[in-house]
C-alpha cells in the first residue's frame, strides 16, 4: 500500500532558528501534499494544501511567512517553521493522496519542541 | 463537506465489539463516510469506507443507515491496541486535491 515517511520524528530547537520537516511518498506520485498541526489532546488542524509546482494554499489564520511549505517534486514535500518561538511546538503531520477512493496517506508526525 | 458527530470518548472490554456511531444528517449524496483512527503520538490510519452499503475489511465493519444520515464503526473483537481516537469523516473523495477535515472524534479506551 501506499506509504508516507515523514522525518525528522522529533526535533528540539532553540526559539529563533528555523526547523525543516520532510514528507516523502515512497510508492508513488502525489500532486497533492497537506500539512496539519495537532495540540495534544486537540484533534488535527489542516494549515495548508501542498501542490507540486507550485504556492501552497494556507487555511485561514495560518502564517504563510511563519510556515514555508515547498513541494518540488512530485514525492516530496517540505514544511519550514521559520523563526521558531515556544508557541509552535506542536505534533505536525502531514499526509499525501493517491487520487483513489482510498486516499490519504498519512505520515508518522514530527513533534516539534522550541526552547 | 458535511458535518459529523460523535461522542467525545467510549469504553470497551477487551474481546468485545466496539460500536462507534456517528451521525451525518447533511451528507450529500456523493460523499461517502470515512474512518481514521490515530493511536496516540502517531499519524492518522485509514480504517474503511462506503457510500451507501456496508462494508467489512480485515480491521472493521462499516454499517451505513438506509437514509445516510447515521453509521457504526464496529471493531468485532477490540483488543488494547485498538485504543485510539476514531474520527468519522465524510467527503467526496476519490481526487487527490480533496481535503480530510477531522474533528474532534471518539477516544476509545479497551479495558482489560
Known amino acids: 500500500g501506499a506509504v508516507v515517511s515523514q522525518h525528522p520524528s522529533r526535533v528540539i530547537c532553540k526559539s529563533g532558528t528555523s526547523v525543516k520537516i520532510e514528507c516523502r511518498s515512497l510508492d508513488f506520485q502525489a500532486t497533492t501534499m497537506f500539512w496539519y498541526r495537532q495540540f495534544p489532546k486537540k484533534s488535527l488542524m489542516l494549515m495548508a494544501t501542498s501542490n507540486e509546482g507550485s504556492k501552497a494554499t494556507y487555511e485561514q489564520g495560518v502564517e504563510k511567512d511563519k510556515f514555508l511549505i515547498n513541494h518540488a517534486s512530485l514525492t516530496l514535500s517540505t514544511l519550514t517553521v521559520t523563526s521558531a518561538h515556544p508557541e509552535d511546538s506542536s505534533f505536525y503531520i502531514c499526509s499525501a493522496s493517491t487520487g483513489s477512493l482510498i486516499s490519504h496517506t498519512f505520515g508518522s508526525g514530527t513533534r516539534l519542541t522550541v526552547v | ?112
Open chain 2, 1 to 112: 463537506d458535511a458535518k459529523t458527530t460523535q461522542p467525545p470518548s467510549m469504553d470497551c472490554a477487551e474481546g468485545r465489539a466496539a460500536n462507534l456511531p456517528c451521525n451525518h444528517s447533511t451528507i450529500s449524496g456523493n460523499e461517502y463516510v470515512y474512518w481514521y483512527r490515530q493511536i496516540h503520538s502517531q499519524g492518522p490510519q485509514y480504517i474503511i469506507h462506503g457510500l451507501k452499503n456496508n462494508e467489512t475489511n480485515e480491521m472493521a465493519s462499516l454499517i451505513i443507515t438506509e437514509d445516510r444520515k447515521s453509521s457504526t464503526l464496529i471493531l468485532p473483537h477490540a483488543t488494547l491496541r485498538d485504543t485510539a481516537v476514531y474520527y468519522c469523516i465524510v467527503r467526496v473523495g476519490g481526487t487527490s486535491y480533496d481535503k480530510v477535515i477531522f474533528g474532534p472524534g471518539t477516544s476509545l479506551s479497551v479495558i482489560p
